[in-house]
């Protein structure tokens, strides 16, 4: 089985920098990914880390570990639209399984 | 390149009836995927198709949910009857033969009374 845990809520003020963690326990591993959902809306493909280091995409970056089964989604310069639902995922190992098993997700609520 | 669309984008029905969600993937994409969120918890996988195949149903519920994918095209996801605990927002997902990341759709809000 896969479990993976990241915080419920993060608070933050806009044109702050905000890191968001995820640690996952699996019985192998496939990649780390990231998704971004606004309310009511599709969740939104942000990053993927199969090796350890950081992926930096514009004003988002993510950083995997995979040592420490450990990663997390930095967001800088932040904005009010970043307001929205973060969630990690991993790719089931087993051959063939695209799945993805998703984290709870991290509401990210950006005040003025 | 228009994206997953999903429809209806909501739905409400009494225990017992039946309802069918549709998906229209990304055109050209291969993979398809059905996922759901339950009471805001995490988004679970419920099954994944390669074109008009079942490539894996292991997170399918039960025997209530049909999911047919005619022509490798459009999805469909039955359930019948639907129960209470099957509320939720399901979400279908596409994606190439080799992308990491998933287009997901909007997700069809299903509202079971």
């Known amino acids: 089985g896969q479990s993976l845990e990241q915080p419920s809520e993060v608070t933050a003020v806009e044109g702050a920098i905000v890191q968001i963690n995820c640690t996952y326990q699996?019985?192998?591993?496939?990649?780390l990914s990231w998704y971004q959902q606004h309310d009511g809306g599709a969740p939104t493909f942000l990053s993927y880390?199969?090796?350890?280091g950081l992926e930096e995409t514009g004003r988002f970056s993510s950083f995997l570990s995979r040592s420490d089964s450990y990663g997390y989604l930095l967001l800088q310069e932040l904005q009010m639209k970043d307001s929205a639902s973060y969630f990690c995922?991993?790719?089931?190992?087993?051959?063939?399984?695209?799945?993805?098993?998703f984290g709870s997700g991290t509401r990210l609520q950006v005040q003025p | 390149e228009a994206g997953v669309t999903q429809f209806p984008s909501h739905s409400v029905i009494e225990k017992g009836q039946t309802v069918t969600l549709r998906c229209d993937p990304i055109?050209?994409?291969?993979?398809l995927y059905w996922y759901r969120r339950v009471m805001g918890k995490e988004i679970k996988f419920l099954l994944h198709?390669?074109?008009?195949?079942?490539?894996?149903e292991s997170g399918m519920p039960n025997n209530r949910f049909l999911a047919e994918r005619t022509g490798g095209t459009y999805s469909t996801l039955k359930v019948q009857p639907a129960e209470l605990e099957d509320s939720g927002v399901y979400f279908c997902?596409?994606?190439?033969?080799?992308?990491?990341?998933?287009?997901f759709g909007s997700g069809t809000r299903l509202t079971v009374v």
């Open positions: 997902a596409s994606s190439p033969v080799t992308a990491y990341g998933y287009t």
């Open positions: 699996t019985s192998g591993f496939y990649g």
């Open positions: 880390n199969g090796l350890d």
């Open positions: 995922a991993v790719r089931d190992p087993d051959t063939g399984r695209r799945a993805l098993t």
């Open positions: 055109s050209g994409h291969d993979n």
């Open positions: 198709f390669v074109k008009e195949s079942k490539q894996d």
